[in-house]
């Protein structure tokens, strides 16, 4: 009996073995065309994919410092929340519009009514999100406190991502007091909010709500439209980045990819929809298939 039972222990460990092998080799080959679509880019990429399921990594030039531009906001988002579960403010705290809150690139808060209109904290950070209301983006950071965004960050051991200028603020850009972040840091700041490491459950639930809400992303474009992503796509001249949560049933995972000392802004876009593509495409994959790989679509499960 104990031989019958050993036995069988070692067919099960063989097979297993032998399924997650398969997937590896999959998975290779995902880290492999990563690699080819970010090395022929006219720039310098870097990538971090995130399994969230299994913890497997890809890194590509994971550890260099890029320009963030509007993506830094997912840590003035991350501050926002940990400052509500902290008790230190509401989401629905009332802030009212001044004309002097008014900086380029703000869409919605220019259209408002100076001294009149009110609106909530959520309702600011649904703006800074889904539109990348610049305004927006600074009563929030005078609110929650720069200082206090980098200490969250310190908090996480994330040394090289940084708040370090109000959104427009060209003196400070200027004078090389940019906002920046690595593949590897953003990663692992959005992985620990989903693990629910900075603030609670339905407070996470929220977070990635607001950061789902649509908006028109490089990211987006490499996914199909049903597909539900908590994203935030930052530009500048010779920059392109954009980092998230793509929420692939049964299979979520992180994916940041920056790009700076581009030729064409385009080329850098496009490296960005081409990756996040193909790491769909394998998620969507292994999420739909049994551990040898067979997929049975529902068409088929009559």
């Given amino acids: 009996m104990r031989y019958l039972i050993v036995t069988l222990a070692l067919v099960a460990a063989c097979l297993a073995q032998d399924v997650n092998e398969k997937r590896q080799l999959l998975w290779h080959k995902l880290e492999r065309s990563v690699e080819h679509i970010s090395g022929d880019l006219d720039g310098v990429a870097g990538v971090a994919i995130l399994d969230l399921s299994s913890g497997d990594k890809i890194l590509i030039h994971a550890d260099e410092v890029f320009p963030q531009a509007s993506s830094i906001k997912i840590t003035v988002l991350a501050e926002l929340y940990r400052q509500a579960q902290a008790g230190k403010l509401k989401l629905t705290d009332l802030y009212t519009m001044q004309a002097s809150d008014l900086v380029p690139d703000s869409d919605i808060m220019a259209g408002l009514t100076p001294g009149v209109t009110r609106l909530t904290l959520r309702d600011l950070a649904t703006m800074m999100v889904a539109v990348s209301d610049n305004s927006a983006t600074n009563v929030l950071i005078d609110r929650v406190g720069m200082d206090n965004v980098n200490a969250m960050l310190d908090g996480l051991g994330l040394r090289q991502t940084r708040l370090r200028r109000k959104m427009m603020d060209l003196k400070a850009a200027s004078e090389g007091r940019e ?34 809400t649509h908006k028109e992303s490089a990211l987006l474009r490499g996914l199909p439209p049903d597909v539900t992503a908590a994203s935030k796509p930052g530009e500048l001249e010779a920059v392109r980045a954009d980092s998230g949560i793509v929420f692939v049933p049964n299979r979520p995972f992180v994916i940041c990819v920056m790009t700076t000392y581009l030729r064409d802004e385009n080329d850098g876009e496009s490296v960005i929809t081409k990756i996040a593509s193909q790491a769909y495409n394998y998620f969507d994959r292994v999420a739909r298939a049994s551990p040898y790989g067979r997929v049975i679509s529902p068409r088929n499960r009559k």
Avoid: C, H, W
């Fill in 179 to 212: 906002n920046v972040s690595t593949p590897r840091e953003m990663m692992t700041l959005l992985q620990a909010i989903y693990e629910n490491k900075l603030f609670g459950r339905e407070l996470t639930q929220d977070f990635f709500k607001v950061l789902s």
